[in-house]
């Protein structure tokens, strides 16, 4: 065989493998999109929940159920995964609100957390036909009577990521049935207790409030009183040119979304959602957007004391949380705008002293 003959057949095996494993590589690609069919910038969501599973080689995304999406009109909690944060499947319902439930309504801000050996989702429902009895103050400059109803989160376990998740205890919220609350984080302390972190709505509580309270070992219930962590107008930047809350002028000082993040060194740093506010118009309203901001306990204890930091993302971005990715990278997801929202992905970096926006991941979550 002549030298010629040879490299023409090496050459030509070499190309004959390339067009095999180009086509194999299109086929692979082709079940993937057909099992992953969605993007973030399609992909209706509100309070997004990142659960990485290493089993299954997933990320699971948890929000409220969108019944034009999954099909089904029961308000609840729905899941999309992915393998790689950029091809998503459609959503799969894995929590009914059931009518034994003290409320029917709402299914906000779901979260899903393991806990002993089983999957915990916490997550808010309200009943707008069960008024609370005292009403406060409401609106900017004038006292009026704000409606106030029953709203808190509750929570429900499953042996599966996907469900089905059922309430373990249906007769009331976590937090004390008189307070307005919502979103619900579970927060594990150093002493491996479990606690509820929550949002005490501005509704009730004209600034509104981050609060705690203790939980059962088998996550049942409240096992003792709630505890202070902080109001909203702590945070000095949300409106320094605004007169602080009273009774007669009311700014809506709000809080939302909760979650806690261990630092490098001990440190706990806390994400929460709030607006920004400014006095800029000429009837003396207020204007301003939605914001991710966090706080930061230096002691490492839920306790505190909290220091305020300027927020992490403004555009109308918030109620965020940070998961990691299978190769380690932090990241924080947000949803962007509040009405309408998608997800929003960006690194983010823990260290010792707080947390630094890194990049955003415009090429997962296809920009604005």
């Known amino acids: 065989m002549s030298m010629t003959t040879r490299t023409t057949g090496i050459v030509a095996a070499v190309a004959g493998a390339a067009v095999a494993l180009g086509a194999q590589g299109r086929a692979r690609r082709r079940r993937l999109e057909a099992r992953f069919p969605l993007r973030l910038p399609g992909m209706p969501l509100h309070d997004p929940f990142v659960v990485p599973d290493p089993g299954s080689g997933l990320y699971h995304l948890y929000s409220s159920n969108h019944p034009e999406l999954t099909g089904d009109d029961a308000v609840g909690t729905m899941v999309y995964r992915s393998p790689d944060l950029l091809h998503w499947s459609l959503p799969t319902v894995v929590f009914r609100a059931t009518p034994d439930l003290w409320a029917a309504d709402g299914g906000w801000a779901p979260e899903v957390h393991r806990w002993r050996g089983r999957w915990y989702l916490f997550t808010t429902l309200h009943d707008e036909a069960a008024p609370l009895s005292v009403p406060v103050p409401g609106g900017y400059g004038t006292p009026v009577a704000t409606p106030q109803h029953r709203r808190g989160t509750v929570i429900a376990a499953a042996d599966s990521l996907l469900g089905p998740f059922e309430v373990v205890d249906p007769t009331g919220p976590v937090a004390p049935a008189d307070f307005m609350t919502l979103d619900g984080s579970l927060f594990v302390d150093r002493r491996r207790r479990p606690w509820m972190v929550y949002a ?148 983010i970096a823990l260290r010792r002293d707080g947390l630094r926006l890194g990049r955003r991941r415009d090429d997962l979550d296809g920009g604005d």
């Not at 109620?319 to 990241?331: D, E, K, Q, W």
């Open 200 to 347: 005490h709505e501005w509704l009730q509580k004209i600034d509104g409030t981050m609060e705690a309270v203790p939980l059962r070992p088998d996550l049942t219930g409240a096992a003792g009183d709630p505890v202070h962590l902080f109001k909203a107008s702590d945070a000095g930047w949300i409106g320094r040119e605004m007169p602080k809350p009273s009774a007669n002028q009311i700014v809506p000082y709000i809080t939302d979304g909760p979650q806690l993040i261990r630092l490098p060194g001990g440190a706990l740093a806390m994400l929460w959602s709030t607006y920004e506010k400014n006095a800029d118009q000429p009837d003396g309203t207020v204007s301003g957007g939605y914001v991710q901001t966090w706080a930061i306990s230096p002691s490492g204890e839920l306790a505190g004391p909290w220091e305020q930091r300027d927020p992490l993302v403004r555009e109308d971005s918030g109620h965020g949380m940070v998961f990691r990715t299978f190769g380690g990278t932090p990241m924080l997801i947000v949803h962007r705008p509040f009405t309408n929202a998608r997800g929003k992905l960006y690194e």
